[in-house]
């Protein structure tokens, strides 16, 4: 599908000098990463089901499935601001970019029977020169454990947030997700709310409602967040001025 040959060559730009040093232990991953990896795993166990079983068109199907809603518009949507605007040392980066090192090496042996020549092209291009993918054999998907039901009650109110922000956005009210203040009902799952959302501000209500409103806040220029601690539209958040400064030191 479209999807699996455009979320592979996605983690491999990602992965761009990934060294084994930056690797991180699935333990002291975030606890978004080892969902995320617990969701692999799930896949993992999917796909030998339909491999036994002959089952092409659900092995197929559920590629596609993990591609389209797990990574390209939740887990790589979410860790964007993560990839591009974090310290490079950063933990949470470094966590990620094992994770995607893991997505990588599990997706490209999944897909190599039915995108032949893309999985062959995409794993040269890493490893130039090594043997063909067609000879590498069937992944060892790391253990990883992550409370589903609870994210599955996140990725619900996600779709409700998402939901109310696109009048806002159609009406030109807002132009993106950066520039909503958001409220959720309080029996909402403690979570990095404006991480997952990709949001401004998220606030608990009284109610059941999810409701938007524009945010007040500047700007960053350089990670895009509106955020009470930049000064003016075009400044730099806290995060990114820390980031910017230990980056001139250091050239």
């Known amino acids: 599908s479209a999807s699996m040959a455009d979320d592979i060559p996605v ?14 232990d699935v333990a002291a991953m975030p606890e978004l990463e080892r969902y995320a990896l617990a969701l692999l795993g799930q896949l993992d166990a999917k796909l030998r089901r339909a491999v036994e079983d002959y089952d092409f ?6 590629i596609a499935d993990f591609c ?7 887990f790589f949507d979410i860790r964007k601001d993560c990839l591009y ?10 966590a990620y970019r094992t994770a995607l090192d893991t997505l990588f090496h599990a997706l490209v042996r999944y897909a190599a029977p039915v995108l032949v020549f893309t999985a062959e092209e995409v794993w040269q291009s890493r490893y130039p020169g090594t043997d063909s993918v067609h000879l590498l054999e069937w992944p060892d998907v790391p253990a990883a454990e992550a409370d589903i039901e609870r994210w599955q009650a996140l990725r619900s109110l996600r779709e409700r947030v998402n939901e109310a922000i696109e009048p806002l956005r159609r009406e030109k009210t807002i132009r993106s997700s950066l520039e909503a203040e958001v409220t959720v009902p309080a029996s909402a799952p403690e979570a990095d709310l404006e991480e997952l959302f990709i949001t401004a501000t998220v606030a608990r209500g009284q109610g059941d409602e999810v409701t938007v409103s524009r945010t007040a806040h500047h700007k960053c220029g350089r990670c895009w967040r509106h955020l009470p601690d930049v000064a003016e539209d075009g400044g730099l958040c806290g995060r990114c001025d820390s980031v910017v400064a230990a980056m001139e030191t250091q050239a």
Not at 68 to 74: I, M, P, R
Not at 85 to 94: G, K, L, T, V
């Open 68 to 74: 389209n809603e797990d990574l390209s518009a939740f």
């Open 11 to 24: 983690a491999l730009g990602a992965l761009a000098d990934f060294a084994e040093g930056e690797r991180v």
């Open 57 to 62: 068109n659900a092995y197929t199907r559920e």
């Open 85 to 94: 605007c974090d310290a490079a040392d950063d933990p949470r980066r470094r």
